[in-house]
């Protein structure tokens, strides 16, 4: 048990073709319209294309710390070489930011609608062990972490058959894994679109401790300058 813790036959086919043309114009016209934020700081500029059709709520509370130039100032205060590169909390003095309330964790709905997975170059929002409690803190994928990636759940009440990490569960309470921590994982809401060489080297920088922090942050300071709304 686990704990609260996917002629006629002629006419038939160009009636696809034309179909198909559409759709791909539609998803021509969508990827042209995704929101961009280039990031300039200290070790380069970068990047980001986020998702509104996949993460609404994540998007729109990212994109109004950037207007509110909550970002600009910041550091990135926890840099992981195999794993991620993390910031949008901390000022140059390790002074925490003030925040917005926290938002609704998006990550299964995002996954459903067909969103991106924790692979490189992807950023998803930093959050407590409470999966409803990201506000301003991102971080972007230096590897592929499918680890973070969010659970989703089968079908039925119980759910008849459940895997996870290798082990199978038989009709489970639907809310015992809807509402487990560990199944929740982290919001995916966009990619690096430009500037990964920028990325790759924050990530190379050598760490130790700084500021509260016993380890992971930047000997040399990353500092992010200034975040700003491209389209």
Do not use: C, W
């Not at 994928?141 to 290798?166: H, M, S, W, Y």
């Amino acid at each position: 048990m686990i704990h609260a813790i996917f002629n006629t036959t002629r006419r038939t086919l160009l009636s696809a073709s034309v179909l198909l043309a559409g759709l791909g114009l539609s998803l021509h016209v969508a990827a042209q319209t995704a929101p961009r934020v280039k990031f300039s700081t200290s070790a380069g500029e970068f990047v980001l294309e986020v998702y509104p059709d996949k993460a609404p709520k994540t998007v729109e509370n990212f994109l109004q710390y950037v207007k509110d130039k909550h970002y600009d100032g910041t550091i990135f205060h926890r840099v992981i070489a195999n794993f991620m590169v993390q910031g949008g909390g901390y000022d140059a003095s390790y002074k925490e930011k003030p925040t917005r309330s926290p938002i609704e964790h998006e990550g299964r709905e995002a996954l459903a609608k067909g969103g991106p997975r924790n692979v490189e170059g992807t950023v998803a929002m930093a959050r407590t062990n409470n999966p409803n409690s990201a506000t301003s803190q991102f971080f972007i994928n230096v590897k592929n972490n499918a680890f973070l990636d969010p659970t989703l759940i089968p079908p039925g009440d119980p759910v008849p058959r459940f895997e996870f990490q290798g082990q199978v569960y038989e009709n489970v309470p639907r809310a015992n894994l809807v509402n487990a921590p560990q199944l929740f994982g982290y919001t995916v809401f966009g990619k690096v679109v430009s500037g990964m060489d920028v990325v790759n080297a924050i990530k190379a920088t050598p760490t130790g401790a700084g500021g509260p922090f016993p380890s992971d942050v930047p000997k040399t300071p990353i500092l992010i300058h200034s975040a700003t709304l491209l389209k």
